[in-house]
């Protein structure tokens, strides 16, 4: 699978944006996907996952509360809303995706994602 992020952009703090992640291939819908972010200077950490069907997700301390993981599989579009954005949530973010066709736990360690996207960056001024 090869995946295309997309949605980035400068915004000021407090405001929003919505990441987007086209997926190609088939099978879109035996995939975990996962967001994960490396800001300036600083390793990449995970920011969400979501099962395949969409019925479960995971979200770093960080976000939680702030982001959205979501998922549209007719569509093999995996999403992150992003509200109530900080200056902080600076950083590239990644669309992560492994194969699981017998597994609906979304994962969030970075060595369970196989493909990667090539990332977009997010800029929150304060």
């Known amino acids: 699978v090869q995946l295309q992020a997309s949605g980035g952009g400068l915004v000021q703090a407090g405001g929003s944006l919505r990441l987007s992640c086209a997926a190609s291939g088939r099978s879109f819908s035996s995939y975990v996907m996962g967001w994960f972010r490396q800001a300036p200077g600083k390793e990449r950490e995970f920011v969400a996952s979501?099962?395949?069907?969409?019925?479960?997700?995971n979200y770093a301390d960080s976000v939680k509360g702030r982001f959205t993981i979501s998922r549209d599989n007719p569509e093999n579009t995996v999403y992150l809303q992003m509200n109530s954005l900080k200056p902080e949530d600076t950083a590239v973010y990644y669309c992560?995706?492994?194969?699981?066709?017998?597994?609906?736990?979304?994962?969030?360690?970075?060595?369970?994602?196989?493909?990667w996207g090539q990332g977009t960056l997010v800029t929150v001024s304060s």
């Open positions: 979501i099962s395949r069907s969409g019925g479960r997700t």
């Open positions: 992560a995706a492994d194969f699981r066709p017998f597994s609906n736990l979304p994962p969030y360690a970075e060595y369970e994602y196989s493909y």
